[in-house]
């Protein structure tokens, strides 16, 4: 065996012991109790509610919305501006109503990157999974959850709705997985072995990062995505600093990858005056504040907006039919790092040993807060305005962007910053339907493509998934009426400053959660850790 693939074979030995030991602390999720979700019922219907279907579409209503067991079945409009409902068009046979007159509603939220049990001490996934659905999502893709048997076993629970949780796609790592008996992937021929292996399990996709699997090396990424598209199997690429160098995302996408995630290797694929990043002499990728903290300065080093190294790129990726899954959100404590610190909603729905993660430390992954400075935060700005750049660009030539969050690390708090993420792409240039359209439609399409099959939610259309957010206000006009702490609004009449209503109903398979109830049980679990020490 080479120096290489036994240097390998103990990496994966570590990582999975790591990975094991995670798993071992996840808590046993609470099956979902008689009063958590109302149906799937034999007949629901939506009244009268404004309609923003996902596709880019402006609204229209109001519309009665009629479900049938977990499927949408039809779409009436039953009125018009300035003209009464006429009740007698209206759907009748309902077995179960919602009251959405003066509401609006979406397509159910697609998360494209989330893990469930990455951090140690890991909060028990129903605290996450209320959460998610709290803040309107209804879909998820665990890159990965956690452990490979603890994430197919969670997803089978999801797809029986006997838990309370999105439905789960699950993307694993090569290599893992405790019925594989082919030991550590070091070669082209063990990743094909493996990804055979994998076609045969409930997993959807192979997620490739780090060099901790070896996986960046490019006859193993071509071997995994060549074999993945035979059967069925999505890629996706996480390009970190110690792969990157031989990988960017342009490499990646002509190997066929299906997207990226994060940002790296993206400035890297249009370096100008380099053909690697100028790292500083002194710079230790496992110090995190130089890893998070150095990639930053890649803004001055890489292609300027609309030069033609900048245009050949978006090009490029088109032509590769190329994703974007830019996880801003996870990020921003960077350039920012007092309003991650200091969000107003950690006092209530952050359970303290996540609190503790997020804090300095050279042990906990991404809480590189050592000496942060502003000539760090200076940087990441300036990293930000042309990453954005970019992605607004992108969207405009026709290329697919779409919302994930990575959250559990770096004062990211699971849900809160799903609907940040959303006002990010809108700094970035995207309009509120386009948001909309990456957070719904362009993540189902995502997921499906690779298994060559139509989506099946993503849109409010008849035949798919009901999955659908029922909200109080216009997420049009403020996307801040979707956080779970609402939105400040003055009452002009009793000059009383209160909170917007926000999401009201999150509805998944036909099951209609109180979205303002899972809010109330997240919060119930923190004050409760905090009343047990933290932990």
Known sequence: MSKRSVFSAIVLALVLGFVSSLHAQMEPTTRRGPDE???????????????????????????????????????????????????????????YEVDAHGMYVLPGFVDMHVHTGGVPKAPQAEYIYKLWLAHGVTTVRGVPFGGFEWSLGEKALSERNEIVAPRMFTFHRAGTGQGWEGG??????SAREWVRWLANVEVDGVKVDGIKLGAHDPEIMAALIDEGHKHGLGSVAHLDQMGVVRMTALDAARLGMDMMTHYYGLMESMLTDYSI?????????????????????????????????????????LEL????????????????????????????????????????????????WFYWTSEDEYHWKKFYQKWMHFLNDYKNAGGIVTVGTDSGFIYS????????????LREAGFSPP???????????????????EPIDFGIIRPGLKADLVVVAENPLQNLKVLYGTGAVRLDDE??????????????????????????????????????????
């Open 184 to 189: 550590a992937v070091t070669d082209a021929e």
């Open 434 to 452: 386009e948001i909309f359209r990456s957070a719904t439609m362009f993540g189902a399409m995502e997921l499906f493509e690779p298994k060559g």
């Open 413 to 424: 708090t699971f849900g809160f910053e799903y609907v940040r993420e959303l006002e990010l």
């Open 494 to 535: 009793t000059g009383d400053v209160g909170r917007t209503e926000g999401i009201m109903f999150t509805i998944k398979d036909g099951i209609v959660y109180d979205a303002q109830q899972l809010l109330a049980d997240v919060r119930r679990m923190v004050r409760e850790a905090k009343q047990n020490g933290g932990e």
């Open 277 to 317: 990043q100028n790292w500083p002499t002194d710079y230790n990728y496992n110090n995190e504040q130089h890893r998070f903290g150095k990639v930053a300065h890649l803004w001055y080093q890489s292609a300027e907006p609309g030069s033609d190294r900048w245009n050949a790129l978006i090009k490029e990726f």
């Open 321 to 368: 039919d190329f994703g974007l899954d830019p996880t801003m959100t996870i990020y921003e404590a960077s350039r920012d790092l007092k309003r991650a610190m200091n969000a107003e909603w950690h006092d209530d729905y952050t359970l303290p040993s996540l609190w503790d993660y997020y804090t300095p430390s050279r042990r906990a992954h991404g809480s590189y």
């Open 37 to 95: 979700g109302a149906g799937p019922f034999e007949r629901l219907i939506i009244r009268g509610v404004m309609m923003i279907d996902g596709t880019g579409a402006p609204p229209r209503g109001p519309v009665d919305i009629v479900i049938e067991n977990d499927r949408i079945v039809s779409v009436h409009s039953v009125g018009f501006p300035g003209v009464p409902i006429s009740d007698r068009s209206r759907p009748q046979g309902a077995t």
